[in-house]
Nanobody, 127 residues
Framework: QVQLVESGGGLVQPAGSLRLSCAAS????????IGWFRQAPGKEREGVSC????????YYTDSVKGRFTISRDSAKNTVYLQMANLKPEDTAVYYC????????????????????WGQGTQVTVSS
């Protein structure tokens, strides 16, 4: 399994922005599809976005389309989730997850299909 570390969370006002990072050491994240998930208090974990190994496929859940952008920086071995125009309903713990076994053009928002997870980073959107 991959050891993933999320960072970049915090407290932000509505309409603000944050950039989350998902990093790993000792391996190349270019060999993995990466998903971002979130879990709000009292709710189930949900898929937010994903990016395939080849970066050809990206996915966004409807509630974040046009506001969030997933990207990969191979030189820094990091996958980012740029979040803009944040809303209070975006408040959650955000997790990144990885999966190596898929084709280069596949990623999914299905939680059970990922086998490595980070510990999460808290994002709070509040005035």
């Amino acid at each position: 399994q991959v050891q993933l570390v999320e960072s970049g969370g915090g407290l932000v006002q509505p309409a603000g922005s944050l950039r989350l990072s998902c990093a790993a050491s000792g391996l190349s994240l270019d060999d993995y599809a990466i998903g971002w998930f979130r879990q709000a208090p009292g709710k189930e974990r949900e898929g937010v976005s994903c990016i395939s190994k080849s970066d050809d496929r990206t996915y966004y859940t409807d509630s974040v389309k046009g506001r969030f952008t997933i990207s990969r920086d191979s030189a820094k071995n990091t996958v980012y989730l740029q979040m803009a125009n944040l809303k209070p309903e975006d408040t959650a713990v955000y997790y990144c997850a990885a999966q190596k076994m898929w084709s280069s053009t596949y990623c999914t928002d299905q939680i059970h299909e990922y086998d490595s997870w980070g510990q999460g980073t808290q994002v709070t959107v509040s005035s």
